[in-house]
């Protein structure tokens, strides 16, 4: 099926999506009224409403689909093969009786993939609405006929109604910038801003760094089966390639050690320095960043409550800092370049006090140029460990794992941008995924032993679906403790900067591969295609372990404590919110190559960077990633919002689908701790305190954050790369 630049309007107004432009703009999801707007063209990137078309001899029919995010602990929802989960709601009027068209007694829906191969049903509908169920595909069709009994299981009968989800548009972009197709973007052709700046001839270099020579920058890598896109091959990123310690002769750099633990204890000091170190992955020798010559850095075990000292030394060729992730730790010591202090230059010290208030995982990192510096390897983990003794069930051991991934290419690290990101619009996504630093973790473990894992995602912009083959996960706690009842899952999600607490028994001797599962997007072509990373693997042996923990492991645990006291936090549910942030994207002379790619991408998150060679090379000097204040219109640094220490703020931010390259982002907020109240006007029925939120693309959390913790803080976007291009701002707790 091909749908050409002539026939381009007819395939949108196919496509799913009845929302009024009001509508987009309500922070709330989509209703089904909604769903009903004739508005097509603003609601053409909508991900949550689809038509129903009638056939032309039954021209009263009407209807459209709602589609609805299945609510989990993780904010993005997928199957362990990284399908979405969706939950469909059907709202049909002016279906005659169906005896009036035939043999027939009942209308039944169906749901199919483009490729009609097979047919799946979904149940009987009737005028009004009707609940279809969970799909879990990225593109299909839903097919309503008549049928000679509701209970049939093929579709044999009459089609009356038919739809299309909202990721075939997918399939326009291909066919936009097929040269063949008429008005398509050429190879050859000049190219426009995207925002209506000057043309760039020949997708020439502009900006401050124009003199660089394009044969500094390298292709980025691409999978094999990803189809190569029209127009890019002249494109490079209008800053200069660099890499660490660049000229540098890299056998007189250190190896890289492994992690070490560190127990430290109250009054302490620890000194952490961040350095070059020399490290070997997949034959190439890389010069890369390490705390204390280590990779990951030092694990950090504190006891909760403990205040300790770090002296930091910053030996590495950049202006660095440590950013205490999660801890509500004094403000002088956040780490947060141009808010709490100055950039620490090579060769100087700054002491923090870290104070650990709260049990939980949590992790330190730079908190300046962190797409070069975390990236690098500049990320440590800390397990502060819970005062009270059941806090956790129990198990025969913990482990931390530290998630990364590196970009890679046949030379070996692909280069930076020397004046500020590269990969601005998806983030720099890596092909190489490393635990703990190691390209292939392994873990030994005795047959029915319980591991809590704590996961940490410390990458640019990567989220994980991570599984323990089929096993299943508890999942017990996330950022900053337990959950209020502990719960079963197939699968974990992890955004970067999140953090989740799952316990899992390897009740059977052999090999159980972590795995990362999901859907990967080849832009260009408009298809999913499934992808695989095996990131370690658990070897089970025969020999069972003691004490065997089956029954407490088999049991739920409910934290009652936990509830009571978010009871509190549930009643302020009921109030407005006070503070709002619009979650977008302003792009500026972006070349039209690559400006086509961006229209509408119905996805509520990027798994993979389905355009290496257009994020690649659109850099923070053409990307602004923004975050407005819809009550004063302003962006970013220019929002100051001023609380008063007590303050509880319930906070809305909403992920605005009609943005030019609308993604999933991670909100991390500095200082203080909050609970998610609600996704898309769902309330929350099982609560934690978090640092981190994921917002997909087109849908409204709403977040009560405590204001406990005096001081100038930080909210930003964790995607390394969007935080470079701008996406932060500020507020005062006094």
């Known amino acids: 099926m091909r749908f050409y630049r002539a026939t381009l309007s007819f395939a949108l107004l196919a496509l799913p999506v009845f929302v009024s432009a009001a509508a987009l703009r309500r922070p709330d999801a989509p209703h089904q009224d909604e769903c009903e707007s004739p508005d097509a063209r603003r609601a053409a990137v909508e991900l949550y409403c689809a038509a129903l078309i009638p ?73 009004g609405v009707t609940e279809l169920g969970e799909v879990t595909l990225e593109q299909y069709r839903i097919l309503v006929s ?18 299309t989800s909202p990721g075939v548009r997918l399939l326009a972009h291909r066919d936009l910038t097929q040269p063949s197709s008429p008005g398509g973007v050429r190879d050859d052709g000049a190219t426009q801003g995207a925002s209506g700046g000057d043309a760039m001839a020949g997708h020439a270099m502009h900006g401050a760094n124009a003199g660089a020579a394009a044969g500094d920058w390298r292709m980025p890598p691409m999978p094999d089966w990803m189809r190569p896109m029209p127009g890019m091959h002249a494109l490079r990123p209008d800053v200069a390639p660099w890499l660490p310690a660049a000229g540098v002769d890299a056998s007189t750099i250190p190896l890289a050690r492994d992690r070490e633990v560190l127990s430290l204890q109250d009054g302490d000091t620890l000194h952490l320095t961040a350095g070059l170190v020399r490290r070997t992955i997949d034959g190439h020798t890389l010069v890369m960043y390490g705390y204390n010559g280590q990779v990951p850095g030092p694990l950090l075990k504190v006891q909760e409550g403990a205040t300790i000292l770090v002296d930091f030394a910053n030996a590495i060729d950049q202006p660095s800092a440590v950013h205490w992730h999660g801890i509500r730790l004094e403000n002088r010591s956040d780490g947060a370049v141009g808010v709490t202090q100055d950039a620490v230059q090579p060769g100087a010290h700054f002491l923090y006090r870290v104070h650990f208030r709260d049990a939980g995982i949590y992790w330190y990192h730079p908190h300046v140029r962190e797409d070069t510096q975390q990236d690098l390897g500049l990320a440590g983990n800390i397990l502060v460990a819970p005062n009270a003794r ?13 998630l990364d991934d590196l970009l890679l290419d046949e030379k070996g690290l692909v280069p930076y941008g020397r004046e500020g990101p590269t990969h601005a619009l998806s983030g720099r996504h890596g092909n190489v995924t490393l635990v703990n630093g190691a390209r292939r973790w392994t873990l030994e473990v005795k047959r029915g032993e319980v591991v809590r894992f704590h996961l940490t995602n410390a990458a640019n912009a990567r989220f994980f679906n991570l599984s323990f083959d089929t096993l299943r996960l508890k999942v017990v706690g996330t950022d900053i403790g337990r959950f209020e009842r502990e719960r079963w899952a197939t699968n974990a999600v992890i955004a970067p900067a999140e953090r989740y607490v799952v316990e899992v028994r390897f009740d059977k001797a052999g090999d159980v591969p972590l795995v990362s599962r999901i859907q990967a997007l080849d832009h260009m072509a408009g298809w999913f295609y499934p992808q695989v990373d095996t990131l370690g693997m658990v ?26 006291e978010f009871a509190t936090l549930r009643r302020e549910a009921s109030r407005p919110a006070t503070h709002s942030l619009t979650l977008a994207v ?4 972006i070349p039209t190559a690559v400006s086509t790619m961006l229209w509408g991408t119905p996805i509520a998150a990027d798994w993979n960077d389905g355009m290496p060679m257009a994020n690649w090379s659109v850099t923070s000097r053409q990307a602004t990633w923004i975050l407005r204040d819809p009550a004063s219109g302003d962006e970013n640094m220019q929002v100051h919002w001023r609380f008063k220490r007590g303050d509880l703020v319930r906070m809305q931010l909403f992920n ?6 609308a993604m999933a982002h991670p909100i991390h907020i500095h200082g203080q701790r909050f609970v998610i ?43 390394a790369e969007h935080l470079g291009s701008g996406m932060m701002t500020v507020f005062d707790v006094q």
């Not at 089970?540 to 936990?562: C, F, G, I, Q």
């Not at 605005?656 to 390259?661: G, N």
């Not at 099982?686 to 640092?691: E, H, I, L, V």
């Open 55 to 127: 056939t032309p001899d039954l021209p009263s029919a009407s209807g459209a689909l709602r589609l609805r995010p299945v609510t989990t602990q993780f904010g993005v929802s997928v199957t362990p093969d990284g399908h979405p989960r969706r939950l469909l709601t059907a709202r049909i009027a002016g279906l005659p009786d169906p005896k009036s068209l035939g043999d027939y007694s009942a209308y039944v829906a169906w749901v199919t993939p483009l490729s009609m191969d097979t047919v799946v049903r979904l149940g009987e509908v009737r005028n």
């Open 390 to 402: 059941d806090y956790w069930g129990r198990v025969n051991r913990e482990e931390v794992l530290m």
């Open 146 to 163: 008549a049928e000679r009994s509701a209970r049939v299981g093929r579709r044999e009968g009459r089609l009356v109604l038919r739809g």
């Open 539 to 564: 070897r089970v042996s025969d020999t069972p372990v003691s004490p065997d923990l089956a029954d407490a492991h088999a049991k739920l645990r409910t934290n009652a404590e936990v509830t009571a």
């Open 586 to 589: 302003r792009l500026d002379q």
């Open 677 to 719: 109240l609600s996704r898309n006007g769902v309330p929350s029925d099982n609560m934690a305190w978090k640092d981190t939120a994921v917002i997909p693309v087109g849908e409204t959390v709403e977040l009560l954050v405590e204001m406990s913790n005096p001081g100038r803080w930080m909210i930003h976007c964790h995607i």
């Open 656 to 661: 605005d689908p009609l943005s030019a390259h």
